[in-house]
């Protein structure tokens, strides 16, 4: 059973920085392909970054020039690095891994986000 604890959300002004960490146990983690999702109130949850287990990651078009996801693998943890943050940033972050077929094997529980005016 893998889990997924993410944590360093918190309240930042506009234009701040944050690093979200998220710390995975129960598995190879070298094997799991990860991501970073983020849900808004009233909006679907939607992909920030993925980072897979040898290729480049991939960051969502309208963050890419602001956030950078990166993995370590030997302390089992996966992160997002947020530059330039703007009020459209708040959320929710979640951290999912994925199996060898790309299905979503667990979910982390969340860490709020949330940036300022």
């Known amino acids: 059973q893998v889990q997924l604890v993410e944590s360093g959300g918190g309240l930042v002004q506009a234009g701040g920085s944050l690093t979200l960490s998220c710390a995975a146990s129960?598995?190879?983690?070298?094997?799991?392909?990860m991501s970073w999702h983020r849900q808004a109130p009233g909006r679907q949850r939607e992909l920030v970054a993925h980072?897979?287990?040898?290729?480049?990651?991939i960051v969502a078009d309208s963050v890419k020039d602001r956030f950078t996801v990166s993995r370590d693998n030997a302390e089992n943890t996966v992160y997002l690095h947020m530059t330039g943050l703007k009020c459209e940033d708040t959320a929710v972050y979640y951290c999912?891994?994925?199996?060898?077929?790309?299905?979503?094997?667990?979910w982390g529980q969340g860490t709020q986000v949330t940036v300022s005016s």
């Open positions: 129960g598995t190879r983690f070298g094997a799991n392909a």
């Open positions: 980072i897979p287990t040898y290729d480049s990651p």
């Open positions: 999912a891994a994925e199996d060898g077929l790309g299905y979503f094997v667990s």
